[in-house]
């Protein structure tokens, strides 16, 4: 007979369950939904120690930038307001001032050219000439109060107008010392070297000729930007890739580019290794040349009337240009265009005082090398995990199939009615148990 479960709800003598009595151990879950939770549990635990991992990255890289460009701008800082006390200091002396001011008051005439070719520029040249060779000036200049050139150690620039920014000539007649952004000087300064062309980038350590209270006009100190303006910004920067520079509110490039090369094979700077990239870069999104797909990078201000300037006038700054001329500052390490057509991410900060912004940037490729390495990493990871498991759940799978058939063949052939008899569970004195599978049901009972 079969041996039956009493149901516990019935009352003594109540109609017994039909339900057969189980033995043996309890049939196993399901291999599929713990494969699958067991892949999902690993790859989201992969995920989360990537995207840890990744923000981390984004974090030192965002800490560095900052770091580096406060330090920038700290220098670069201290170095405007050394030229500016430079100057300041000399229009204090008060054999320079008194010169100054003859030539400042008097007339133009022949008696201004008396002046001019006798005590007035020779004293002034014989005062400002230990400066320029100490401070590595290249000149000097006597500006009206509207920025006409009346005297100069160097002769041609006499007379000439110099494209000072108002902001500069402002501070001026506030009798304010200040020094002025890069601007296009007139003339060639030098023989030999980018001042030997017309046009090149000059800047203006510029202090005010005051008398009686009122400017008279003001002595400037040229600097070359391409001396230590611009190496000031090579101290420090990121990588291979990694460039540190300075631009004006208009996103115009005002220190040397490290890439002046590339700027040349693009076609954004002229072949001519006398043209610096300082007023001739603009900090821009580059076009794409449709023709030939080619990187077309913008220029500065000197073609802002070709149509190379015009067509660079409608590319819109870079991200980070465009947020620096707002004033503000910051980082980006999520990555944007940089000016030379490459994705960069970058710091910024604005020096209000002199409108000058500072920037250093790093290809986001270079920065992210490691990144990509580790997510590779974490691919095949992923992967292995995977096949891994898969592999679990298929050898486990296989095994119980494997098991339940050889049970199945170590059964004998013995039946009663539909169930399969096998090995003997006990014996006594009221008769024999058997282990019996239901043939229909599949499920182990016990038969007496």
């Known amino acids: 007979m079969v041996l039956f479960r009493q149901n516990p709800d019935l009352p003594p003598g109540g109609e017994p369950s039909t339900s057969a009595i189980s033995f043996g151990r309890p049939r196993g879950l399901p291999i599929a939904p713990l494969v699958v939770a067991a892949v999902l549990l690993v790859l989201g635990l992969i995920a989360w120690v990537g995207y840890r991992a990744e923000d981390s990255m984004r974090q030192a890289h965002r800490q560095s930038l900052r770091a580096i460009v406060s330090a920038n701008a700290a220098l670069m800082q201290t170095w405007l307001d050394d030229r500016r006390e430079d100057v300041?200091?000399?229009?204090?002396?008060?054999?320079?001032?008194?010169?100054?001011?003859?030539?400042?008051?008097?007339?133009?005439?022949?008696?201004?050219?008396?002046?001019?070719?006798?005590?007035?520029?020779?004293?002034?040249?014989?005062?400002?000439?230990s400066v320029e060779r100490e401070r590595q000036y290249v000149g000097w200049a006597l500006l009206s109060i509207e920025g006409q050139v009346v005297a100069s150690s160097h002769d041609e620039l006499t007379t000439r107008q110099l494209p000072i920014a108002p902001d500069s000539l402002e501070r001026i007649t506030t009798r304010s010392a200040t020094v002025c952004r890069p601007l296009r000087c007139p003339i060639a300064l030098e023989r030999e070297g980018p001042l030997s062309r017309d046009g090149a980038a000059v800047m203006c350590a510029m202090a005010p000729i005051v008398r009686g209270g009122r400017t008279e006009g003001s002595l400037a100190l040229l600097l070359d930007p391409l001396d230590r303006f611009s190496e000031l910004l090579s101290v420090t920067w990121m990588g291979g890739s990694g460039e540190s520079y300075a631009f004006d509110r208009n996103g115009v490039?005002?220190?040397?580019?490290?890439?002046?090369?590339?700027?040349?094979?693009?076609?954004?700077?002229?072949?001519?290794?006398?043209?610096?990239s300082p007023l001739n870069i603009a900090i821009r999104v580059p076009s794409v040349d449709s023709a030939t797909g080619s990187i077309v990078a913008p220029t500065g201000d000197a073609a802002s009337s070709s149509p190379t300037g015009a067509m660079r006038d409608k590319?819109?700054?870079?991200?980070?240009?465009?947020?620096a001329t707002r004033g503000s500052q910051g980082e980006n390490v999520e990555g944007y265009p940089g000016y030379r057509g490459t994705t960069v991410i970058g710091a910024w900060k604005w020096l209000p005082e002199y409108g000058i912004g500072i920037a250093t940037e790093i290809e986001a490729r270079e920065a992210y090398t490691a990144m990509r390495l580790l997510k590779l990493a974490y691919g095949v990871v992923s992967g292995l995990a995977?096949?891994?498991?898969?592999?679990?759940?298929?050898?486990?799978?296989?095994?119980?199939?494997?098991?339940?058939?050889?049970?199945?063949?170590?059964?004998?052939?013995?039946?009663?009615?539909?169930?399969?008899?096998?090995?003997l569970i006990g014996r006594g004195g009221m008769g024999s148990v058997y282990r019996g599978m239901h043939g229909v049901l599949k499920r182990d009972v016990a038969v007496k």
Not at 109 to 126: A, F, K, M
């Open 88 to 129: 300041a200091g000399i229009v204090e002396e008060t054999a320079v001032a008194n010169a100054a001011l003859d030539l400042l008051t008097t007339p133009l005439g022949p008696q201004r050219e008396i002046i001019q070719t006798d005590r007035v520029v020779g004293e002034l040249t014989r005062q400002l000439k």
């Open 253 to 276: 490039l005002l220190s040397r580019s490290r890439f002046e090369q590339q700027l040349r094979a693009t076609g954004a700077l002229d072949p001519d290794v006398t043209v610096a």
């Open 315 to 323: 590319q819109p700054l870079t991200w980070m240009a465009d947020q």
């Open 386 to 423: 995977f096949v891994s498991i898969i592999g679990v759940g298929v050898v486990v799978s296989a095994r119980r199939r494997i098991s339940g058939r050889a049970v199945l063949a170590g059964r004998s052939d013995r039946r009663l009615g539909q169930y399969h008899l096998s090995e």
